[in-house]
């Protein structure tokens, strides 16, 4: 299956014209989703993608769609052009727009893409351009059990906690829920941007540090009982012997 979509190819078209793949079923309920945020708003869609959620985008003032691949941006402008305003190739962490200029930042299925360091700095480049009280919504895949989805495309996958933690910094989580899918199942969050001045990437990097030595410690922890628990079995097997 091929990570992006794209609206010819037989997994993301509809069937006969009319009946949805259970693929592009998913995919079209999260932009509906976040369609309910956007009707009047200046919004930036960022990755876009091949533009295949535009149509639920609409309602939007003005629709940016960026994306850092060409051939995506080519894609999207040859089937949904006349839905957006802007469609550009740009870079998610620098994306060179001006301070303020969004109501809304919509980043669904994209923050897995980026490591963990540049999904920070993501976050922090969409207080940057949002407006104070604007909108960021995110989704992305959860990892079950803890384990990666095995999807190569993916860089690091957040656990749900972490990223609302990380998000949190930023921004006031408004909403957030477990949006189930056909393969996979997606964190779901709407958040809305602090007022005053957004944070830096410098002031936020003591935090990714300290949550990182965090999880390390847990897992030294956890470890740790599981070694016991193994070693007081044997002594257990040992005395009933």
């Given at each position: ?17 009319l009946?949805?793949?259970?693929e592009?079923r ?22 876009c ?31 949904y ?6 469609l550009?190739t ?16 919509l ?11 540049d ?10 351009i ?55 199942n ?7 941007r602090n ?14 540090n ?12 956890d ?19």
């Open positions: 299956m091929p990570e992006r979509a794209y609206p010819d190819h037989p997994i993301w078209a509809r069937r006969f014209g009946i949805a793949t259970s592009r998913d995919l079209e309920r999260r932009y509906r989703k976040a369609g309910a945020y956007v009707r009047g708003k200046r919004v930036l869609d960022i990755p993608g091949t533009g295949m959620g535009f149509p639920h985008l609409k309602s939007a003032s003005a629709l940016t769609g960026a994306d850092r691949a060409e051939e995506a941006i080519a894609t999207a402008r040859q089937h052009g006349h839905l957006v305003a802007h550009l740009t870079d998610m962490v620098q994306t060179g727009f001006e301070v303020g200029e969004f109501e809304v930042v980043c669904l299925e994209g923050i897995e893409h980026l490591s963990k360091r999904g920070l700095r993501f976050l922090v480049e969409a207080a940057r949002l407006e104070p009280g604007g909108r960021l919504i995110l989704s992305w895949p959860t990892a079950h059990h803890g384990q990666h989805t095995d999807n190569a495309f993916h860089l690091y996958e957040w656990p749900p906690a972490e990223l609302v933690a990380a998000v949190s910094r930023c921004f006031a989580v408004e909403r957030q829920a477990e949006i189930g899918g056909s393969n996979l997606v964190h779901f969050l709407v958040a809305r007022p005053g001045a957004s944070p830096t990437f410098d002031e936020l990097e003591p935090w990714l300290a949550e990182r030595a965090r999880r390390a410690d847990a897992a030294l922890v470890t740790r009982r599981w070694i016991e628990r193994q070693w007081q079995g044997q002594r257990a097997a040992y005395a009933d012997g």
